[in-house]
């Protein structure tokens, strides 16, 4: 019997091997019937600053979605602070992105963004990402400044911030508009699933995302046109890319280091155990 799951994606870019597991009838061949959500129905607007309301959240919680991939961090953080679900993995694709500054900022360095503040999604990945960067480049955390908007692109090209953390394809059209990128992001993503997918369906959406990143592997420009699709056709060549790298287990010890790293900067108020959070099978 053909099982229905009710995915919502992430990012149109970053999680195209799972439309293109649908489209390729990957899940099909799993025996899934994967009814799949590319965006969520409010669009911008719905990509409030408290992540419990945004809609893939909130779907989940009230059963009307299975599956969801996000940032690693959220996976962690949606799971042991709204509990239900697990992670059931790190996601297909090595999530990329870019630091962005407005046409008239004089920054020119990652360093100089230190008290600046910058436009990001509260508690996504590029909010994490962004930090990460950030300190690697010498800021100390207490003096990087993040600050939530709805819209980066919007606040970016208004004047309301000079500078954001994005993903495509808003990179891509912020360089169109005259913005500079400043540095490079890049992040894994967990895949979380519901209370009622089991070890074998999980293993079902596994095996079929997979055949998705083989799929696209395949040709470098058929992998672009199709992870770009978003862009104007003239953009896809340059278009920012993921990386490729299939469904993996998450590993205690990469959980571990995550957990730490949010401990430490007052983003979990408790350590979660792996066992609650991930489904290791």
């Known amino acids: 019997m053909t099982r229905t799951i009710r995915l919502q994606s992430d990012s149109n870019a970053h999680d195209r ?15 899934l019937a994967v009814e ?21 959240e909130s779907q989940l919680q009230n059963g009307a979605l299975e599956v ?38 004089k920054v020119q360095s990652l360093a100089e963004l230190r008290n600046v503040p910058i436009a990001v999604t509260w508690h996504a990945g590029t909010f994490y990402a962004a930090i990460e960067a950030l300190e690697a480049a010498g800021v100390p955390f207490e003096e990087i400044t993040l600050v939530h908007a709805n819209d980066r692109l919007a606040a970016l090209l208004s004047g309301g911030v000079q500078a954001a953390a994005l993903m495509e394809p808003l990179v891509s059209r912020a360089l169109a508009a005259g913005a500079r990128k400043i540095a490079d992001l890049r992040w894994r993503g967990g895949i979380v699933a519901g209370d009622g997918i089991d070890d074998e369906t999980a293993e079902k959406l596994r095996r079929a995302l997979n055949r998705a990143i083989a799929w696209l592997r395949e040709n470098e420009d058929r992998s672009r046109q199709e992870v770009l699709r978003d862009l104007a056709p003239e953009q896809r060549s340059s278009g920012l890319m993921p990386e490729l790298i299939g469904v993996k287990t998450y590993q205690r010890n990469e959980f571990q280091e995550k957990v730490d790293w949010m401990l430490d900067r007052g983003f979990l108020k408790e350590a979660p155990q792996y066992s609650e959070v991930v489904r290791s099978k």
């Open 36 to 56: 799949y959500f590319e965006d969520n129905p409010k669009g911008a607007a719905g990509r409030v600053q408290d992540f419990s309301k945004r809609w893939k």
């Open 68 to 105: 969801y991939p996000v940032c690693e961090w959220g996976a962690i953080e949606r799971v042991h602070e709204l509990g239900g679900g697990k992670i059931i993995g790190l996601d297909t694709t090595v999530r990329t992105g870019a630091l962005m500054v407005s046409r008239d900022s």
């Open 17 to 31: 091997p799972w439309r293109v597991a649908v489209e390729q009838g990957f899940f099909a061949d799993e025996g």
